[in-house]
């Protein structure tokens, strides 16, 4: 039996958060721009846009999108069609930090001047570009009291309607695990002191920080007392975007689907990237945020029998989860793990450094 049609995407920015991150701006070879616009004129149910990467750099008052200054001229396309889809109902946040490091450093500061001289270049780009909200993507150690100082002005400085997310990999989450945000932060203590000011959680379950092939990790995210609308679940769109965790469809619609049976105020989906966006690709790239947006707003199935029960534990019980898949050798991901590291930082060290594992041994070391 043929399963129901999906229903239609609703409107733009309504329903469901249906979220894409935009890092890769133009075509190959420094190409045409990849326009925004088809995610309005598909009707895709897309709510928001997170541009990225916005980085803070050593020289005060450099702040480049990518590679370059962020008012290049190579980025006149893409600030016009964000107007485009801001004034369609759409939000556009800005990423800050990600993968290459060094924005988080320069805004971790206890010298209030100095801070300043790192802040406000960054706080006059998102205001000249209009930019409505700000997504804090920390992949490098960060102090408690940075991130809260950070937060704090930010609201004092944009208003209560000023969107603050965070981008956590899943592990961040739990209790007891390694993540990418530093030692010393806590993610549940942020919450705690902090969770009024910030939206959600755009979460990572790729990359070997995390499993998107069941709901188990979500859940146990959840049993750990965070609330569901508040825990976006993260994505690759392409396996192209990301070491290892891309899940396809239509397996990853059974795993929302299943989530959202369980929890009505499901937080969303967030897609990295969309410049190539399964199942359209480069050429049909919004396809992805149609997908997920008639996925989460067609009929809540019955309650499935979950596979996997997360049990319910006390806070600052680690999590015993089971290992997120990835495509490498178990005698590499051994090898490293040998030198005291966990299956995690082994995984993400083999991801960024194409599956070799002296190069990894050599970031492991280095971070």
Known sequence: MSSAPLPNPPPPGQGSRVILYHQTHHGPNDGPPVSLLPLLTNNTGVTHIIIAAIHVNGEPGNITLNDHHYDHERFATLYSEMA????????????????????FEMLDRNDPQMFETYYVPLRDMLRKHNFDGIDLDIEEAMSMDGCIRLIDRLRADFGPSFLI????????????????????????????????????YNTQFYNGWGDA???????????????????????????????????????IDSVLR????????????????????????????????????????????????????????????PAALPPAPHPYPAESVKTLQDLGFTQQQAVAALNSTGGNVEYAAGLLFQD
């Open 165 to 200: 997310t965070l981008a956590p990999v899943a592990t961040g989450l739990l209790v007891g695990q390694p993540h990418l945000s530093g030692p010393a932060f806590d993610y549940h203590v942020l919450e705690a002191m902090r969770g009024h000011e910030i939206a959600w």
């Open 258 to 317: 299943a989530m959202r049976a369980r929890h009505p105020n499901f937080g969303g989906v967030m897609g990295w990237e969309y410049f190539n966006a399964l199942p359209g690709d480069r050429e049909r790239p919004w396809e992805w945020a149609a997908h997920m947006s008639r996925v989460l707003h067609s009929p809540i199935p019955a309650l499935p029998a979950p596979q996997q029960q997360a049990p319910i534990r006390p806070y600052g019980e």
């Open 213 to 251: 092939n069941t709901s188990f990790w979500y859940e146990t995210i959840i049993a750990t007392g965070w609330k569901p609308e508040k825990v976006v679940f993260g994505l690759l769109t392409n396996p192209g975007n990301g070491g290892s965790g891309y899940v396809a469809q239509p397996h």
């Open 84 to 103: 485009w889809c801001q004034a369609s109902g759409l939000k556009v946040l800005g990423m800050v930090g990600g993968a290459a490091k060094g924005s």
